[in-house]
């Protein structure tokens, strides 16, 4: 059974950091690729940050490179997004997702996706 599960989304004053976790079924875990995404009210997905789980190299975004690193533990299947210096336009829900094959950015390429967890960011 395919399942993603993200926590660790809260509020947060800009500046300030969070840990996002996604906890992966073993089988959507041993997809090649995993990411995260965000959407804001009123605009598209976009992506954040992706992972190669085979080859660990990791792709992110303009908007968050130096702030943000995607990592993960393959004994726990779980991923992670570490967000430092939060500003308020990183406000969003924030989505784990997984696909087979290349590590490409369109979240529309994605097969898996977990519920999503809410980040908040105030100034």
């Known amino acids: 059974q395919v399942q993603l599960e993200e926590s660790g989304g809260d509020s947060v004053q800009a500046g300030g950091s969070l840990r996002l976790s996604c906890v992966a079924s073993?089988?959507?875990?041993?997809?090649?690729?995993m990411g995260w995404f965000r959407q804001a009210p009123g605009k598209e997905r976009e992506g954040v940050a992706r992972?190669?789980?085979?080859?660990?190299?990791?792709y992110y975004a303009d908007s968050v490179k130096g702030r943000f690193t995607i990592s993960h533990d393959n004994a726990k299947n779980t991923v992670y997004l570490q967000m430092n210096s939060l500003k308020p336009e990183d406000t969003a829900m924030y989505y784990c997702?997984?696909?087979?094959?290349?590590?490409?950015?369109?979240?529309?390429?994605?097969?898996?996706w977990g519920q999503g967890t809410q980040v908040t960011v105030s100034s």
């Open positions: 073993e089988y959507t875990y041993s997809r090649n690729c």
């Open positions: 997702a997984a696909k087979t094959g290349l590590c490409v950015p369109s979240p529309r390429a994605f097969n898996y």
């Open positions: 992972i190669n789980i085979a080859s660990g190299n990791q």
